[in-house]
């Protein structure tokens, strides 16, 4: 059984498709980023800066890009065109960004690839992973990357284990996916297209495509004493 990246996402909504060229599984784009990077990067600041945000070299930002003060952008980084990087977002290694993002307040990303318009608004961390073409997080959600035991990350198929040979590994969020808020999305998770997750939710293994993962719970009211 194989996941590639088409089942996923959309290549035309990053200009970084070549990353997908050779690749059999979704995931294995992740590992690829960092010599991308290294040989394809061209520095350079085109957008507008807002205060004094932190921006290192080796950093590429787009036309009509906002950065705020109080944003860190370590880099490696390829941020596009029209995107909004609000106060407190921490962009660290490896990262790239399409056209029209947002990144927020208290988000946290590193070694990932966010496909053009997805939106990363409020307090998430997004750590070896890929979103899709306007995938969406909820505030407070979060893309576990690492296991508790540190072991190999493996996606969990319907009818068993598949290894991923990655001891790091989010999830990939496919184009249009929705996530609520304070969901927690366990190592290893493939989300499908235009899925949503409701809030709350503990995800691990495989969304299909146009499915809701929900989350019910009893609730008991009772008079204040």
């Not at 590994?169 to 808020?181: M, Q, R």
């Not at 999305?185 to 293994?205: C, T």
Request: hydrophobic share 40%; proline share 6%; aromatic share 8%.
């Amino acid at each position: 059984m194989t996941f590639p990246p088409t089942d996923y996402l959309d290549l035309e909504h990053t200009d970084h498709w070549s990353l997908f060229e050779k690749v059999t599984n979704v995931w294995e784009a992740l590992p690829l980023i960092a010599s991308y990077l290294q040989f394809r990067l061209k520095p350079a600041i085109h957008g507008k800066q807002i205060g004094r945000p932190f921006i290192s070299n080796a950093v590429y930002i787009g036309h009509g890009t906002t950065i705020e003060q109080g944003a860190m952008v370590k880099g490696p980084a390829w941020i596009g065109d029209r995107c909004q990087i609000r106060a407190g977002c921490y962009i660290r290694e490896n990262v790239m960004v399409g056209n029209d993002a947002v990144l927020g307040n208290s988000c946290e990303l590193k070694n990932c690839i966010v496909f053009d318009a997805a939106q990363i608004p409020h307090f998430n961390y997004v750590g070896d992973s890929i979103l899709g073409y306007r995938a969406h997080l909820g505030a407070g959600v979060i893309l576990s990357n690492v296991r508790l035991d540190h072991g190999e990350i493996t996606v969990r198929g319907p009818d068993s284990a598949i290894p991923t040979g990655l001891k790091k590994f989010g999830a990939i969020v496919g184009d249009c996916a929705e996530i609520g808020c304070h969901a927690m999305i366990s190592p290893g998770a493939l989300l499908g297209r235009e899925s949503v997750i409701h809030p709350g939710v503990h995800w691990k293994g495989l969304l299909p495509a146009r499915t809701m993962a929900k989350l019910r719970q009893e609730i008991v009211t009772a008079p204040r004493s």
